[in-house]
């Protein structure tokens, strides 16, 4: 147990909310503390991103207390109790039959693994289910004191990452810590325990497993929060890259200017407040592997945006039995890909309206970025750049001045096509 005048937690920095519902669940006579994310990134002097709750009540209990409480999950294993636009999640104390968090277990069990049913436990037993220590702290603000099952208050303080129990055990039960334990260092510049980080590398092949649903929903944590670009590069060093991106660079230590350039671009994105989409991290990430594949269909006879769409789609294929990209997230990386042909031609009534059509402005980012690898492309990128900051009536003048008017540009410069492409393939 630890008290206020050691955390230093003070009740005003918890969700008003947050603290109605333990309140509520205390006077009818529940346990009830703040658990998880929250006082962790408390005692770390981060933002927490919500608040959740765990009790001693019954998912039905709570509802009973609640008028604005759903129950959720197939199995309605979690409540949420919402206020506006704010929803709290108030979550029973699980036992030890419970492996991971209510989304997960619906999911292993459609993977077809044995997990048993709603197992409720106590209060410690809840806490060590939980994967490091300091996601297992519970925090009671009546009391305003700190429950401290697992050692997480003192590793917290140390600013130290450390899974609760044996390591290896703790991944073999669910390899979706392995990505958690990157997340969390790099996200909170944590300090890795040598036990906790040692089995990473050699246990990276166990994220086969993983649906890549859920996959894909990590992925969203790792690269979408702020710090993709030293994210890539932990994972990377952990050996978990290649897990959830097979083949895609010849070194992964050493990616395409590109997609590095694609991960500063969207953390500088997410740091001024602009809106990021994980469809053009993905555009970046396939990049190279879309431009290879559609190259020899062009080399072929096909055309270059037929091309790059086959070409995206098959990449979207491949990839997607790793990590499943939504079909929204995809449609935007083949409308990125596909445009970049479409830059060439500057001539004529096609370059207003590439202008106008609604995935320009992330396709023109994309040519943005292509330009440190490729420089050939710096002129006609600028000419874009130009063309968007003048009226209507200089865009006239400019595209009547434009070169590449007729043809398809770069695409045009390869060799005359009567060259026997290699037979393999
Ligand atoms: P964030 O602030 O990034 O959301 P978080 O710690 O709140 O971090 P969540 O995924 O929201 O992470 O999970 C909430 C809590 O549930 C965690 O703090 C942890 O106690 C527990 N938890 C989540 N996933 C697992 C898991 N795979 N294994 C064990 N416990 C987990
Ligand atoms: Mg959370």
Known sequence: MIERSEHGIQPRQISANALKVVERLQQAGFPAYLV?????????????????????????????????????GRRFRLAHVRFGREIIEVATFRGPGDKADDEDIDRVVEDGRVTRDNVFGSEAEDAFRRDFTMNAL????????????????????????????????????????????????????????????GPIVSMAPLLDGIP?????????????????????????????????????????????????????????????GLPVTPGFLFAAFLWQRVRARADGLVEEGMAPVEALAQAGEEAIVAQGRKVALHRRFSTIAKE?????????????????????????????????????????????AQWWTDIQAVDHEERMKMIQAAPGGGGGGKKRRRRPRKRKAPSAS
């Open 36 to 72: 998880g994310g929250c006082i962790r990134d408390l005692l770390l002097d981060a933002q927490p991103k919500d608040f959740d709750v765990a009790t001693s009540a019954t998912p039905d209990q709570v509802r009973e207390l609640f008028r604005n409480a759903r129950l959720i």
């Open 138 to 197: 519970m925090y009671d603000p009546t009391s305003e004191t700190i429950r401290d099952h697992v050692g997480g208050y003192a590793d917290a303080r140390q600013r130290r990452l450390r899974l609760i129990g044996d390591p290896v055990t703790r991944y073999r039960e669910d390899p979706v810590r392995l990505l958690r334990a990157v997340r969390f260092m790099v996200k909170l510049d944590l300090n890795i325990e040598p036990e906790t980080a």
């Open 212 to 272: 890549p649903a859920r996959l894909f929903d990590e992925i969203l944590k790792l690269f979408m929060v702020g710090r993709a670009w030293p994210t890539y590069n932990a994972l990377v060093r952990q050996a978990l890259w290649p897990q959830l991106f097979p083949d895609l660079f010849a070194d992964p230590a050493c990616p395409p200017k590109l997609v590095e350039n694609a991960m500063k671009n969207t953390d500088q994105r997410i740091a001024e």
């Open 336 to 380: 990125i890909w596909c445009m970049q042909p479409r830059f060439h031609k500057r001539r004529g009534k096609r370059a207003l309206n590439l202008i106008n059509e609604r995935r320009f402005r992330a396709a023109y980012d994309f040519l943005l970025l292509r330009v440190d690898e490729e420089p050939e492309l710096a002129e006609m």
